[in-house]
């Protein structure tokens, strides 16, 4: 082993003996070991920063267009006198209302939302912004499904009618009004295809890198010669620095903070247990809601079930596979928490809680748009209210949709803390 000091930094060649296998791994302090561990691929997260700029101005074309061609939906028909006129407006409705509202905010967030999407592209290796992205798209996200579901609901019901609680069509009257709204609901979706895209680009980026740094790892292995610059201290000097393999630089550079990681990992495990509980009871509240009047006769009597409304039916089905899929979640959660630095598990089930979280808010906006109508009408189309008579109906298909946003709210949650975690990482 030869030994050569230059202006207080040592430079060290060892070649590969039986003695020296255990330490021929860079030592932890060295610029090689930190090039290798901290900062692996700077192109390849700018270029997904740059995807992300541009992605989030096609959200926010969207989100913008989908505000504007809600808020101006109008159609008058040509049959007026002078004291009667037959008029629809965006505003006869409280769903397109909230929509117009939610878009509008989603907007001003995606607005604002671009500096510290430039902030990513200058400093791809910062994670800060990232998170704060990650946080508040995931939310904007929610908000904007919801005023989808909820007016895509209300524009199905406009095109198709309801015979069994009397809700008559209007598209066939007011085809040009119809239209806007459909388009501002097919325009306001691109926002979570953003946010959707951005998750799977992030995984499979993370999936090839992990890839390539074991396969590095591997080569650098196989040298038979390291060579190490570092500058000299006291503890150097003795030979204490800890080599990269030995288990204190395993435990600084792979594994910081392991407490917090499985904390995180079984609040992820709690949290799904309550969502699991919550969804699977949504669904089996509204597949059980069902009243029959007492005054009936012999070839009529009036009874309301939830498959009298395609929304609900809906519901059915979107709770039920998010139950099943919550419950299969359960052990790639309980491995989390046996592995808390394991990224393949947590970042799948990041994905998958995030197709999960949008099926569940849109079933349940969807949903609470039919029962706010059921409880108070419309006027405007004549679509009278109906819980007055089912009462009991009514209250199970409520207590069904607060369920549902209950599971849709603990996956935001759960997401959050995925976030935290893999950022931590």
């Not at 904007?144 to 598209?171: F, K, R």
């Not at 499985?262 to 597949?287: E, P, W």
Request: charged share 10%; glycine share 8%.
């Amino acid at each position: 082993m030869a030994t050569a000091e230059k202006s207080g930094e040592i430079a060290i060649n060892m070649s590969e003996t039986k003695a020296s296998t255990k330490g021929k791994a860079p030592l932890l302090n060295s610029s090689k070991a930190f090039a290798v561990v901290e900062p692996p691929n700077r192109g390849a997260k700018r270029g997904i920063a740059i995807g992300d700029f541009f992605l989030r101005l096609c959200a926010l074309g969207a989100a913008l267009g989908a505000a504007i061609s809600m808020g101006t939906a109008d159609q008058l028909l040509p049959f007026t006198t002078q004291f009667l006129q037959f008029e629809a407006q965006y505003d006869d409705f409280d769903a397109f209302r909230y929509f117009v509202i939610s878009l509008a905010m989603v907007t001003g967030y995606l607005l604002l939302s671009l500096p510290f999407s430039i902030v990513c592209i200058i400093r791809p290796l910062a994670t800060a912004p990232r998170l704060f992205l990650v946080i508040f798209d995931s939310i904007m996200g929610g908000v904007t499904i919801a005023a989808g579901s909820a007016a895509a609901a209300i524009v199905y019901l406009a095109h198709t009618g309801n015979p069994n609680t009397n809700w008559l069509p209007i598209c066939q009257q007011y085809g040009d009004y119809c239209q806007s709204a459909s388009g501002a609901v097919i325009a306001s979706s691109t926002f979570h295809l953003y946010h959707f895209n951005k998750s799977l680009i992030y995984f499979l980026y993370n999936f090839f890198l992990n890839m390539f740094l074991k396969q590095f790892f591997y080569l650098q292995c196989k040298n038979g010669e390291t060579a190490i610059n570092m500058p000299e201290t006291k503890a150097s000097v003795k030979g204490t620095a800890p080599l990269l393999n030995s288990s204190k630089a395993v435990s600084t550079v792979e594994h910081p903070n392991r407490g917090v990681k499985k904390g995180f990992a079984i609040g992820d495990f709690v949290l799904r247990l309550c969502a699991l509980g919550a969804a699977l009871g949504a669904t089996v509240a509204m597949g059980n809601a069902d009243q029959v009047l007492p005054f009936f006769t012999q070839f009529l009597q009036f009874e309301a079930q939830y498959d009298d409304f395609d929304t609900f039916r809906f519901f059915v089905m979107a709770m039920g596979m998010v139950s099943g899929y919550l419950f299969i979640s359960l052990p790639f959660s309980i491995i989390c928490i046996i592995r808390p630095f394991a990224t393949k598990p947590r970042l799948f089930l990041v994905i998958f809680d995030s197709m999960m979280a949008a099926l569940t808010i849109a079933a349940g906006s969807a949903s609470a748009s039919m029962v706010y109508l059921a409880h108070n009408g419309n006027d405007d189309v004549n679509w009278l209210p109906f819980c007055q008579q089912f009462g009991d109906f009514c209250q199970s298909a409520s207590g069904a949709v607060i369920g549902s946003l209950l599971a849709a709210a603990l996956l935001l949650v759960i997401i959050i803390l995925s976030a935290f975690a893999l950022k931590r990482n």
